[in-house]
DNA sequence: GTCTACTGCTTCGAATTCGAAGTGCGCCGT
DNA sequence: ACGGCGCACTTCGAATTCGAAGCAGTAGAC
């Protein structure tokens, strides 16, 4: 068919603004938590989080990069604030030398562990307090094809993510 | 007082990172597609797209600092990038004498309309796509209640808010 | 009337952000 | 093995962001 005149129906249209909405509502609630609680801004918490969220506590730059959707300068950036703050440590990767690797220290757990309770308060209270028990789910199951689609187009004009060999 | 433990349920969990991953996503992506088409960030494209549809074509600083949720002080910043663009004006309120009238202009409405049918284009393939049309009604009414709850509980104020310094 | 508290906006300084360019390593074909 | 291409990360400069402080204008108490 030809492309359909472009344009979003009002639902469309209101899912869109709401979500939108909702989450920098969320983030800015999250962020200010996040701030007096342990001087963390969202991208570090987040970066401590997906850290030790992992088996061995440690990530490529690159990987973190892309699990928090962000550019690989500005991690540079954090990743330096973060192991001066002594949070994080960086050490080149074993097997591949151009590769460096996070690994967050005990200093960064006891934070992540001490901003924690407050972050999920949070959440819990702005966002998942409206909504039952089985609201949460069918959102989840709405929101993880978004994801697993989103994640699967790459950005447009951004070089397809292949590891090796040709198309 | 024994706060109950704080966590969140492994679904709640799930979709909450759904949620923050797909609207960053969908965020760079439409960032991108607003400033290859019309040179305009996503900021000042919600700011003119919030006065191409008022009645009126115009809205108080603070009423469009808040429908953005943006910083006041940014939204000055911004209001003064478009307005040297020549995409809005600024003026005062005739009945307060505080406060700065915002208004598109035609060059604001005509870029308005220049960029939005590749807006609509990116948020439709990346977010609505995975998506039914029952979906898109089922998120539209699961979001509403959480935007509803959000505007109703003002974030919480009056904190001694520390300096802003290392990590 | 006028004093005081509050609201709306701007200015200011510091921190964060990104993209482009730069450096060095690893992979592949010849 | 050599050379070119591509990847991982960093550096650099410019633009954007925010909060705090400052400057009017307004509203309510008395």
Redesign the pocket.
Known sequence: MPDSPPSLDPVQLGAYFDLIEVTSLLR?AV??QL?ETGDL????FQLLARLGDSPTGSH??????DGV?????????????LEKAGLVM?AP?P????????TITDAGRALLAKVLPGHIEVVSSMLFEPLSRDDVKALAGLLAPVRDHMRSTPPRSA????????A
């Open positions: 800015h962020e200010q701030r801004s969202y991208v570090q490529r730059m690159t990987d973190l990069a959707v962000y550019s690989r300068s500005g991690l540079t950036y954090q990743a330096g604030l960086r990767s097997d591949d030398e151009r590769s460096i690797t996070v070089a397809p993510r292949r590891r090796r060999g040709r």
